[in-house]
């Protein structure tokens, strides 16, 4: 089977070799901020909250606004903390998110030095993410990562 990208046909393992590389090249020096829009972000905002990233990047004259890659995204999975952001390649989270909070986080994590400063939370090792105790899933005692992969 293959399949059709921007007039290319991936059609063995080696091109869609070829396609990966060249597409990570292109993200290279990219910052990429994923901004939760899924169900439960959506009702509490998110879109607002994307715009008021837009607005605050595009106020900055800097060269390194041309590496930021703004985009909304799926669910997160931390639904329960609140609006959340994602800042990638540094695995920064941020949650409970709300519009006044935007100025500071484009300042400190984005341009005060090339990637930021210390991550808040690694989005990899939020302890909420394993299973609870009373989940179906005691006996594996398994976390979510463990069942994803």
């Given at each position: 089977?293959a ?9 063995s393992p080696?091109v869609?070799k ?11 020096n990219?910052?990429?901020?994923s ?10 905002s998110?879109?607002n ?12 004259n800097?060269k390194d606004t041309?590496?930021i890659i ?11 903390k609140?609006?959340?952001?994602i800042i ?8 409970g ?10 300042e400190?994590?984005?341009y ?16 909420f993410?394993?299973?609870p ?17």
């Open positions: 089977m399949v059709k990208t921007n007039k290319k046909t991936i059609n080696e869609l070829k396609k990966a590389e060249e597409l990570g090249k292109e993200l290279e990219k910052i990429i901020i901004v939760c829009s899924g169900p439960g972000c959506k009702v509490l998110s879109e909250l994307f715009s008021a990233l837009q607005k605050e990047i595009g106020k900055r800097s041309e590496k703004l985009k909304k995204t799926g669910c997160h999975g931390y639904c329960e609140g609006l959340s952001i990638q390649p540094q695995g920064i989270c941020y949650l998110v709300i519009e006044k909070d935007i100025p500071e986080i484009v400190k994590t984005i005060q030095s090339p990637w930021g400063v210390v991550p808040v939370s690694s989005h990899i090792a939020i302890s993410l394993l299973v105790e009373s989940s179906p899933l005691e006996t594996n005692k398994a976390s979510l990562a463990e069942i994803v992969m």
